[in-house]
Antibody, heavy 116, light 107 residues
């Protein structure tokens, strides 16, 4: 069974950074591109970016330049999302997703709240 | 803002009614998927590659489309189908783009 479990969310002050993790299991992590998607409260889905199988190619949504950094550790079957200079507009649920011609499996999501 | 237009934004359907949701892709030659999201839950892949049903999806659902116009149809609405549906295109620029979402309620 494919399982994606995000962690690292919580309350963070404006201007600070935060790093999320996504632990993958139930499939060969090395064989898939992986991505991050977020959803602000009451809003739609926004694609953040994706990383290829060996971590050498990373693509981001052009809407957010320099806000996010995606990485992965294939030895640990873990995907990461580093977020910087957080503002209230970054308050959202952050999902990791396995990608295969789009998102085919989703994690349960982790809430990030940016507030002082 | 990279968001694909979906219509309608919200709708209510009675049990047994036929429902159609449409999505306008930003370019042709893409993969179109649909995701179902129920309140408080993460999205689930529902339809992939325009018309293929994901595992466990009832066959009252279907997908169709080509070029830049795509649709998700429920042949006979059931109460469990109440959810928000998002289209999602793949493999263009940017690589993934979601639709604006359609909230489907039971009447």
């Amino acid at each position: 069974e494919v399982k994606l479990v995000e962690s690292g969310g919580g309350l963070v002050q404006p201007g600070r950074s935060l790093k999320l993790s996504c632990a993958a299991s139930g499939f060969n992590f090395n064989d898939y591109w992986m991505g991050w998607v977020r959803q602000a409260p009451g809003k739609g889905l926004e694609w953040i970016g994706e990383i290829n199988k060996d971590g050498t190619t990373i693509k981001y949504n052009p809407s957010w330049k320099d806000k996010f950094t995606i990485s992965r550790d294939n030895a640990q079957n873990t995907l990461y999302l580093q977020m910087s200079k957080l503002g209230s507009e970054d308050t959202a649920i952050y999902y990791c997703a396995r990608e295969h011609y789009g998102c085919d499996y989703w994690g349960q999501g982790v809430m990030v709240t940016v507030s002082s | 803002d990279n968001v694909l237009p979906q219509s309608p934004t919200t709708m209510a359907a009675s049990p047994g009614e036929k429902v159609t949701i449409t999505c306008h892709a930003s370019s042709s030659g893409i993969y179109m998927n649909w995701h179902q999201q129920k309140s408080g839950a993460s999205p689930k892949l529902w339809i992939y590659d325009t018309s293929k049903l994901a595992s466990g999806v009832p066959d009252r659902f279907s997908g169709s489309g080509s070029g830049t116009s795509y649709s998700l149809t429920i042949n006979t609405m059931e109460t469990e189908d109440a959810a928000t549906y998002y289209c999602q295109q793949c493999c263009s620029t940017p690589p993934i783009t979601f639709g604006s979402g359609t909230k489907l309620e039971i009447k």
